[in-house]
């Protein structure tokens, strides 16, 4: 971590009470002047400090944005979160995180933006991400999981972030079998899931969330108006993303643990308890072919079962659900 980052955590935790610059100077080894410096780099970035005679420095207002230190001070988890990488902008955080898997990063490690250009969404499709609206972030996982196990990490991911919506915006979304969580049936995230993997192992999951929060209607494109959503849209009040993103990490460490150590049932018991899928009739849309039937539930593998009409039981690994009723 920089010094610029620990005066930015200092002063956050200060919670508007004075820092004198020579605490700061002692403390990091400084002169004043380096730290009177990077005090001016942080109001070059939207902080709003005041410099107070014979008192110090003290934090008036800071941005809305999810550089780490805001995160960092709403972290209540022991691994994920606990390395940021943070974008202004990127044409997606995706094969960032990649790479830095790749390389070695740990487990629970993040990368997030404000705006991402070129977003991502299932099958090439695009993710509009909005600058500073939302939540655009890549997870690195290592769960000691097999390959075949992966997408039911998506559904404990979609479990997750529903949670932690809840807490911090008391809104309910549903989630649209695998992983789209929707309010009042429009969509308000999307979750990615990517694998770094041989034939038995994986190494790496990225799991991309994409969460939109303080949208208005006249963000999103039009082609999507109809169909997209965001927290503020729906409950009317902006929030903090650098807390909820926090609490989204909170609950994909606790939920992600209860998955490598007890299996997928636990969590299937919640996920069918925030699901709108389960018991509607239902179009399964794939690459291939299309099935449409009552969606029965979610075997203990995460597979989501389909009755057609003449009775018979389908098994769907992965696509696209349009609800009928
Ligand atoms: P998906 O394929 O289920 O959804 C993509 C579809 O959703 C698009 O075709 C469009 O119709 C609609 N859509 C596009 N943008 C939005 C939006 N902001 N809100 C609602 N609907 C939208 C879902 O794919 C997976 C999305 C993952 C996004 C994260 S963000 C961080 C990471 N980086 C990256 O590039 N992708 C992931």
């Known amino acids: 971590p920089t010094v610029k980052y620990e005066i930015t955590k200092r002063l956050l935790a200060a919670e508007g009470q004075p820092i004198s610059g020579q605490q700061l100077a002692d403390d990091f080894g400084l002169s004043r002047t380096a730290i009177w410096k990077h005090i001016k780099e942080l109001e070059e970035e939207g902080f709003g400090i005041d410099t107070v005679k014979k008192k110090g420095y003290v934090l008036r207002s800071s941005p809305d944005s999810l550089q780490a230190a805001k995160i960092d001070q709403h972290l209540t988890t022991k691994r994920f979160g606990r390395n940021i990488h943070y974008l202004q902008t990127c044409p997606t955080t995706q094969p960032i995180a990649h790479q830095l898997a790749q390389a070695g990063e740990p487990d629970g490690s993040i990368v997030i933006c404000e705006e991402q250009t070129a977003g991502k969404g299932r099958l090439a499709r695009a993710w509009t991400s909005t600058q500073g609206k939302g939540i655009w972030m890549s997870v690195i996982i290592r769960p000691e999981i097999p390959p075949t196990k ?6 404990v991911a979609a479990v997750a ?17 695998p992983n789209d969580l929707l309010i009042n049936g429009k969509k308000c ?11 038995d192992r994986v190494h ?14 006249s963000d999103f494109p039009e082609d999507i108006q109809s169909i997209a959503t965001s927290i503020q849209m729906v409950t009317g009040k902006p929030v903090d993303r650098a807390e909820l993103v926090a609490r989204i990490l909170y609950h994909l460490e606790i939920y992600t643990d209860l998955y490598v150590q007890h299996g997928f049932e636990p969590l299937k018991i919640l996920w069918e308890s925030y699901s709108c ?5 239902i179009k399964a849309i794939m690459i291939h072919q299309t099935i449409e039937g009552v969606a029965l539930g979610i075997t203990n593998e995460g597979i989501l079962q389909v009755k057609t009409d003449d009775g018979e039981i389908h098994g769907i690994y992965s696509a696209d659900i349009e609800i009928q009723n």
């Open 150 to 155: 992966a997408p039911q990490l998506t559904l």
């Open 161 to 177: 972030v529903t949670r932690a919506i809840e807490d911090i915006a008391d809104v309910r979304a549903e989630i649209k079998w």
């Open 189 to 199: 995230t999307g979750i990615l899931t990517e694998l770094q993997a041989d034939i």
């Open 204 to 217: 790496a999951i990225i799991l991309g969330i994409g969460v939109n929060v303080n949208q208005q209607l």
């Open 277 to 281: 899928t389960l018991g509607k009739r």
